[in-house]
C-alpha cells in the first residue's frame, strides 16, 4: 500500500503542472453552512459567463508556457450550466492555454440537477469527472442544511451518474447536530454501496455571518459538538480505509488512481489561476483574489480590468503555507524539501518546534517526512500554527 | 507687565468629582481669561497624559497662571488642578495646602459625592476658602434646587453664594473670576523672611531632568539661589525658576505668595518628594511646612515581561517611570511560572492600571501583572515580637511556624442614594467591613463609614459597589493601622503543577469560595490543550476545588482549498502571536488575563 501511494505522490508531482479554476456565482438556493461567494439571482447568468471568458483571455499569459492539467468548475452551483455555456468555457480555455491530453475536467454538481437529460448533455462535454454534492442521505440534515434536493434525488443521482461517468467524487458531511454515529455509518455504507472513486467529507463548520451561526445562537438549533465530529471522523477514517480509499488528505479520500488532481494541486503548492468572482489564484510567489461581488466584477471585466488584488509571498509565507498544508496530507511536510526549499535553519527550527508534538504522539517522522497520527490530523491547525516560523514585530 | 503684589494674587484649586465637570470649567477659565490662544485651544488642557484625556481623568498635579483684570485692577491667578481618585490622596492634600480658596464643583444632576466630601474636609481643615459651583445647569436632567439645597446643607452658606455655571457653554464663567478675586484671600507671608516653600509636585522632563513645582509661603526664591530641600537634606542651584503659563515662563525670581517652578538638573523624582520644604541653604527658615509625608504603597503585585527576554528592558522602563512617579516603587523577584520581574508597590489599584497603561503606551512594554495584594504583618512562633512584612504571597511563612498575622484596615466612607443603603451594607459586611456610622445627608443621600480590611478592596470591590448601587455610589478611604487577621494563601496548581504566580493570600473564611471561583474562571480563561487540564485551588497540601479543562478534540478546518489558504496561514499566525503572550508553565499555556483572574470573578 504505502508503495503504491508513493508512486500517486511521484505521479502527481510530475504530472500536475498548473490547474484552472472557474467559480460559477449561483445557487438555487442558499445552504444554511456555506460561506461560500454565491448569488441566488440568476439574472446576471449570460453576461457572467461572457465574462468568465473573457477574463481567461485576458489572463492568458498569466500562467506563461505552464501546461494546464486540470479544469475545475466550482460554486455555487456549476451544474446550473447547461450543455452550450460548458462548452464555450471548455473551449476558451483550450483557445487561450496549452491544455495536456487527458486534463481533468470536473463539475461541481448538485443532485437536483443531474436528470437524465442533463447527464446525457453533460456526457457531450469534455467533463469527464462529476463531484455531486451529496452531504447526507437522511432528509432531516439535508432540510436543517437547507439543500436543495431530497434524499431520494441524491440516491437517484449516484445510481444514474455512475452509469455514465467513472470518476465520481461524492460529498458528505458529518458532524451536523443530531447526525449520530450510526447515522453516520449508514451513510458512509450507502456511499460506499455506489462504488465512487473518490469520497469528500467535511465537518460541519460554522462560519460567522452564516444562517447556521445565527440558528445556533438563537437555540434553535443545537450547536455542534466537537467531540462528536472527532469520533465521526475517526468512523469515518476507518470505514473507507477498509474500502480501499486512501485519506490522502485531511478531508479527502481516494482509491488510489483516483486522487483528486484538481485539489491536490492546492496543497503540493503548485500553480492555478481562479477565473471568477472571488476565485483565488497562485503563481508560486503571488497570491491573488477576484472581487467577490458579480456586478463589480462583470462591470470591471467588461471595462478590461481584472478585479485583482494581490499578495507577494515571501519566503516565511511559504514555509508555514507549506507546513499547513503539508500536515494535511499523506504526504506530509518534507524534510528534505524543507531543507532545499528554505535552508537549513528552517529544518532546524521546524524539528525543534515538533519535537513536543513527538513526544505528544501527534506528529512522527517517517521516511524523512513530517506527519501527523490519526489523532494528531484533528487537531493539525493548532499544531501547524505553534510550527508556524513568526516573525514577532 | 509690573508683578502685581501680593494682594493681587489668588491661588485656588478646584475640588470636584470625576466626571463633574471640573476640567472642561478650567478650560474655560483659561479662555475667558486670554490664558490660551486659540490655536492651543484643546480639550482638558491641563490634563496633558493621554491616558488622562482619554481617560478623563487627571492623575498628576498641575498648575496654570492666568492674568485677569478686574475692575481697573491686574489680579494673577493660579489655579493648582489636583487629581480626583482616593489614590492620590496625599498629591491632593498638598495641592490644597498651597491654597487659599477653592472651588467646590458640583454637577447640577448628580450633586455631592464622597470624593468630593473628603476634599472638602481636606480644604476646610486648611481653612480654605469654598467657592461652590453649580457646574452643568444647562443639562436638562440638572437639577440646581434640590443640589444647591445640598451644598447648603454642606456647607453651610446661603444659597445665593452658590454660582450656576456650565463648562460646555461658558456660562457664569465671569461670576466665578469674580468671586475668586471677592471671596478668597490674598495670600499672606513675609517676603523678607527666609525661604519657605512647600513642593506640591513634580514632573520628569527628558531634557531638563525633574521640574518641581511650589508655592512661596515667605521669603523668594532666586535664580542661581543656592537652595536645600529640608526632608531629604540635599542641596541644589536653582538653575532656572519662573511661572507656569500654558508654557512655562523662566523669571529672576519668585515671591511670597506665588506659585512657580524650578529646574535643578535633578534627575529622579524620588529626589524630590511632594510636601517636602524648600528653604535657602545658607539662611534656612525655621519654619518648615507642616504634613509632610512619605508616601507608603497601599498595594502590591508583580510585574512581569511577557516576552522573558524582556527583563532588562522592563528594568529600565521601570527606573525611567519611577522618574516621574516616585510613588512606584519595585524591587526584583522571580517565578517559577514567570521567570524574573518585580515586585512592585502601588498607592493603589487605580495607580496599578495606570502604571501598567504607561509602560505598555510610553514604553512600548508589554506586561504580565499578579494578583495583587496589601502589605500584612506576620509574626512567627519563634519571634512573635517582630512583624515580617508580607508583600507577596510566597512570603507568608509556613502555617505551622505561623503565630499571627496582621492586615491593614481602612475608613471606608461611602455616600449613596437612600435606596441603595441595604445593598451597600450588604456588600461592606460580605467584604468583612463593619459599620461605624449613617449619616443622612439629606433625605435622599446617606453617607456610610465602615471599617473594613484594605484587602477587600483589592478583590472586586469597585466593580460590585458599583453594580449594587446601580452606579449611584461613590467611595473614599483612608488607612486606619493594622488588625489581627486568619490569612491563608491559596495556591492554584494546574496539572498537577503549583502555578506560584497564580498563588493569593486570602482571609481563611473566603478561601473556599475564592478558591471554587479561581477554579472556574481559570478554566474558562485557558484555552482547551491537547490533553485534560485538572485546574485544582488549595490550602497547603488540601485541595478545596477542582475543574478539569477537557482536552481538545477537533482543531482543523474542514475545507482548505485555493481561496482558504491565504486566510488560513493568516488565521494561525494570528494564533501563533497571541501564544507567544502565553506563559507556558510544564505543559500548560496560560494566557496573560488568567494571572489577573481572581480580580474578575464576578464577570
Given amino acids: 500500500m504505502l508503495f503504491r501511494i508513493r508512486c500517486e505522490f511521484i505521479y502527481i508531482k510530475f504530472l500536475v503542472i498548473a490547474g484552472i479554476y472557474i467559480h460559477i456565482p449561483f445557487c438555487k438556493q442558499a445552504c444554511h453552512y456555506c460561506d461560500f461567494h454565491f448569488s441566488t439571482s440568476l439574472k446576471k447568468k449570460d453576461d457572467l459567463i461572457q465574462c468568465l471568458v473573457k477574463e481567461l483571455r485576458l489572463r492568458k499569459n498569466e500562467l506563461g508556457n505552464e501546461v494546464i492539467e486540470t479544469i475545475y468548475f466550482g460554486g455555487g452551483t456549476p451544474s446550473l450550466l447547461d450543455r452550450d455555456e460548458l462548452s464555450l468555457l471548455i473551449d476558451a480555455v483550450y483557445k487561450f492555454y496549452i491544455v495536456s491530453e487527458h486534463p481533468e475536467i470536473t463539475l461541481e454538481a448538485n443532485p437536483d440537477d443531474l436528470s437524465v437529460k442533463q447527464i446525457n448533455e453533460l456526457k457531450t462535454t469534455q467533463v469527464n469527472r462529476l463531484s455531486i454534492g451529496i452531504q447526507s442521505f437522511f432528509e432531516r440534515d439535508l432540510k436543517l442544511m437547507n439543500r436543495a434536493h431530497s434524499q431520494k434525488e441524491a440516491k437517484a443521482s449516484l445510481s444514474l451518474a455512475t452509469q455514465y461517468f467513472d470518476n465520481i467524487s461524492l460529498d458528505l458531511i458529518y458532524g451536523i447536530p443530531g447526525l449520530s454515529n450510526e447515522e453516520w455509518i449508514e451513510n458512509i455504507e450507502i456511499a460506499l454501496s455506489y462504488n465512487v472513486p473518490h469520497i469528500s467529507c467535511y465537518a460541519l463548520t460554522v462560519e460567522p455571518k452564516t444562517a447556521l451561526e445565527s440558528f445556533i445562537k438563537k437555540g434553535i438549533i443545537d450547536d455542534v459538538d466537537d467531540d462528536l465530529a472527532q469520533e465521526q471522523f475517526y468512523i469515518l477514517v476507518e470505514k473507507l480505509e477498509a474500502s480501499g480509499f486512501v485519506n490522502y488528505e485531511l478531508s479527502n479520500f481516494g482509491i488510489p488512481k483516483y486522487i483528486s488532481k484538481n485539489n491536490s494541486a492546492y496543497w503540493l503548492g503548485k500553480p492555478y489561476l481562479g477565473i471568477g468572482p472571488s476565485a483565488h489564484s497562485f503563481n508560486g510567489d503571488q497570491r491573488s483574489w477576484n472581487v467577490s461581488n458579480n456586478t463589480k466584477y462583470i462591470k470591471s471585466i467588461q471595462k478590461n480590468e481584472l478585479p485583482v488584488e494581490r499578495e507577494v509571498l515571501t519566503i516565511t509565507d511559504k514555509f508555514n503555507e507549506y507546513v499547513m498544508t503539508g500536515l494535511r496530507t499523506i504526504w506530509g511536510v518534507s524534510l528534505k524539501g524543507v531543507e532545499l526549499s528554505f535552508g537549513n535553519n528552517y529544518k532546524k527550527y521546524l524539528l525543534q518546534q515538533s519535537e513536543i508534538y513527538i513526544k505528544q504522539h501527534l506528529l512522527y517522522i517517517e521516511d524523512d517526512k513530517l506527519l501527523t497520527t490519526k489523532k494528531g490530523k484533528f487537531l493539525s491547525d493548532g499544531i501547524a500554527s505553534n510550527l508556524f516560523k513568526i516573525n514577532l514585530s | ?603
Fill in chain 2, 1 to 603: 507687565m509690573k508683578i502685581p503684589s501680593m494682594k493681587n494674587i489668588r491661588n485656588f484649586c478646584i475640588i470636584a468629582h470625576i466626571d463633574h465637570g471640573k476640567s472642561t470649567l478650567a478650560d474655560r477659565l483659561l479662555d475667558y481669561t486670554g490664558s490660551v490662544t486659540d490655536r492651543e485651544k484643546q480639550d482638558q488642557l491641563l490634563d496633558n497624559m493621554d491616558l488622562e484625556r482619554e481617560r478623563g481623568i487627571t492623575i498628576k498635579s498641575h498648575a496654570i497662571q492666568m492674568d485677569y483684570e478686574y475692575e481697573g485692577e491686574k489680579y494673577v491667578l493660579n489655579l493648582i488642578d489636583t487629581p480626583g481618585h482616593v489614590d492620590f490622596s496625599y498629591e491632593v492634600s498638598r495641592s490644597i495646602a498651597a491654597c487659599e480658596g477653592a472651588l467646590l464643583i458640583v454637577d447640577a444632576a448628580q450633586s455631592i459625592q464622597a470624593q468630593t466630601i473628603s476634599n472638602l474636609y481636606l480644604a476646610l481643615e486648611n481653612d480654605l476658602e469654598i467657592i461652590p459651583v453649580l457646574n452643568k445647569v444647562d443639562l436638562p436632567s440638572a437639577n440646581p434646587e434640590e443640589v444647591t439645597d445640598d451644598i447648603v446643607d454642606l456647607l453651610g452658606c446661603t444659597p445665593e453664594e452658590v454660582i450656576h455655571a456650565s463648562g460646555k457653554t461658558g456660562f457664569g464663567v465671569d461670576n466665578v473670576l469674580a468671586a475668586i478675586i471677592k471671596r478668597i484671600p490674598a495670600p499672606k507671608g513675609d517676603p523678607t523672611a527666609p525661604l519657605q516653600a512647600l513642593i506640591f509636585d513634580s514632573v520628569y522632563n527628558t531634557f531638563r531632568g525633574i521640574e518641581t513645582y511650589f508655592r512661596v509661603f515667605n521669603g523668594e526664591i532666586k535664580k542661581g539661589q543656592h537652595i536645600k530641600f529640608v526632608a531629604t537634606n540635599k542641596d541644589y542651584y536653582a538653575d532656572e525658576i519662573g511661572t507656569l503659563k500654558l508654557n512655562q515662563v523662566a523669571k529672576q525670581s519668585v515671591k511670597a505668595g506665588d506659585v512657580g517652578y524650578l529646574i535643578t538638573g535633578i534627575k529622579t523624582a524620588k529626589e524630590v518628594k511632594v510636601g517636602d520644604t524648600i528653604t535657602d541653604f545658607a539662611k534656612p527658615t525655621t519654619n518648615i511646612v507642616e504634613g509632610f509625608e512619605d508616601v507608603k504603597p497601599m498595594v502590591f503585585a508583580g510585574i512581569y515581561p511577557v516576552d522573558t527576554e524582556d527583563y532588562e528592558d522592563l528594568r529600565a522602563s521601570m527606573e525611567k517611570l519611577q522618574l516621574n512617579d516616585a510613588s512606584l516603587v519595585f524591587q526584583p523577584e522571580s517565578s517559577a511560572a514567570l521567570g524574573f520581574g518585580f515586585r512592585c508597590g502601588f498607592l493603589g489599584m487605580l495607580h496599578m492600571e495606570i502604571i501598567q497603561e504607561r509602560l505598555e503606551r510610553e514604553f512600548d512594554m508589554t506586561v504580565i501583572t499578579t494578583v495583587p495584594n496589601v502589605s500584612y504583618h506576620a509574626y512567627t512562633n519563634k519571634n512573635p515580637d517582630e512583624a515580617i512584612i508580607v508583600n507577596n504571597p510566597s512570603d507568608l511563612p509556613e502555617p505551622s511556624t505561623l503565630n499571627r498575622v496582621e492586615e491593614p484596615y481602612i475608613k471606608a466612607t461611602i455616600i449613596t442614594k437612600a435606596d441603595f443603603v441595604g445593598n451597600v451594607m450588604s456588600l461592606c459586611i460580605e467584604k468583612r467591613g463593619n459599620i461605624t456610622n449613617q449619616t443622612y445627608l439629606t433625605t435622599e443621600r446617606v453617607e456610610l463609614t465602615f471599617e473594613m480590611p484594605l484587602a477587600e478592596i483589592v478583590f472586586d470591590f469597585y466593580d460590585r459597589l458599583k453594580t449594587v448601587s446601580k452606579g449611584y455610589a461613590s467611595f473614599d478611604y483612608h488607612p486606619i493601622g493594622m488588625k489581627p487577621s486568619k490569612l491563608v494563601r491559596l495556591d492554584i496548581l494546574l496539572n498537577a503543577q503549583t502555578v506560584d504566580a497564580l498563588s493569593a493570600l486570602i482571609h481563611a473564611d473566603n478561601a473556599q469560595y475564592i478558591g471554587r471561583k479561581m477554579c472556574e474562571k481559570l478554566k474558562e480563561l485557558i484555552p482547551r490543550q491537547q490533553f485534560d487540564i485538572p485546574v485544582q485551588a488549595a490550602i497547603g497540601a488540601k485541595i478545596i476545588s477542582r475543574e478539569t479543562i477537557k482536552a481538545l478534540r477537533k482543531d482543523v478546518t474542514a475545507k482548505c482549498y485555493g481561496g482558504d489558504i491565504s486566510r488560513k496561514r493568516k488565521l494561525l499566525e494570528k494564533q501563533k502571536k497571541g501564544k507567544k503572550r502565553m506563559r507556558q508553565v510544564g505543559n500548560v499555556e496560560i494566557p496573560q488575563q488568567a494571572f489577573m483572574a481572581v480580580l474578575k470573578l464576578n464577570d
